[in-house]
């Protein structure tokens, strides 16, 4: 197994045992991705996530420029793979990503091709929750067929309109009832901080901290108060 993929599994924290912070290189140039990612390493994240806006307008083979630039570091294709599984699995592989996400609403076999590829090609693989219509069913599912992490967040519209909407309660229900680790995407801090007591194993922040002024000084204070949620867990 990758050492990179095992020193940056999503049950272990740098420094308290807790959530990993992952940052969303959620943005349409790879010129600004190249300088979202010195930031968010130098406020402290512990993973780097290429975009599913990143990926669509630059593509997969532009995408892996940014990878390669940041050899140290444990990234995650966001491809919310729906179909033609392997050959994408094989692709996050071949560009040096260590994870990738496949949808909950692909069909069954999609779920299994995505595991068996990640299991050959050491891929962790990560089935998103988003939009199913029964997220606790679908997480059991996905943990059946073999997936290694699950996905809970809110989508940008959803919350564009709602800006009170959130997934928690969804997200300490499938950390109840499954056993693998559960990723959370927060839009804020307070709600990073609700997603690390319901128990989620890595917290994902892009929007709208990446677009900050100074996202560097941003993204610092977001993982200081991860860290903090986390340390006053174990105290």
């Known amino acids: 197994m990758s050492m990179l993929r095992s020193a940056s599994t999503p049950t272990a924290s740098s ?4 959530p ?6 959620d943005v349409t140039t790879t010129e600004v991705a190249v300088d979202l990612a010195e930031a968010a390493l130098a406020a402290g994240a512990d993973r780097l996530e ?13 995408s892996a420029s940014i990878v390669a630039a940041f050899p140290q570091v444990w990234f995650e294709l966001d491809l919310m793979i ?17 994870g990738v996400t496949v949808t909950g609403l ?30 606790v069913g679908a997480a059991r599912t996905a943990v059946d067929l073999g997936a290694e992490a699950l996905m809970v967040h809110v989508g940008v519209d959803q919350r564009r309109h709602e800006s009170q909407f959130s997934q928690i309660a969804v997200l300490r229900e499938i950390v ?11 839009y804020d801090v ?8 319901a128990g989620a194993s890595v917290v994902v922040m ?30």
């Open 50 to 62: 290429i975009g599913k806006p990143l990926v669509e307008f630059v593509g997969l083979t532009r």
């Open 190 to 197: 307070t709600e990073a901080v609700a997603a690390v007591t």
């Open 82 to 98: 729906m179909a033609g599984a392997t050959r994408y699995v094989r692709a996050a592989a071949d560009m040096g990503a260590h």
């Open 206 to 235: 892009g929007d709208p901290l990446i677009s900050a002024d100074d996202p560097e000084t941003a993204l610092r204070e977001f993982i200081r108060e991860v860290g903090s949620a986390r340390r006053g867990l174990t105290a």
């Open 15 to 18: 420094d308290a045992g807790g």
């Open 106 to 135: 692909a069909p069954r076999r999609t779920i299994e091709d995505a595991v068996t590829a990640g299991r050959e090609y050491d891929v962790l693989v990560t089935v998103d929750l988003f939009n199913v219509e029964d997220p």
């Open 20 to 25: 990993l912070v992952q940052i969303a290189l």
């Open 176 to 186: 109840g009832n499954t056993s693998v680790p559960v990723s959370y995407a927060a």
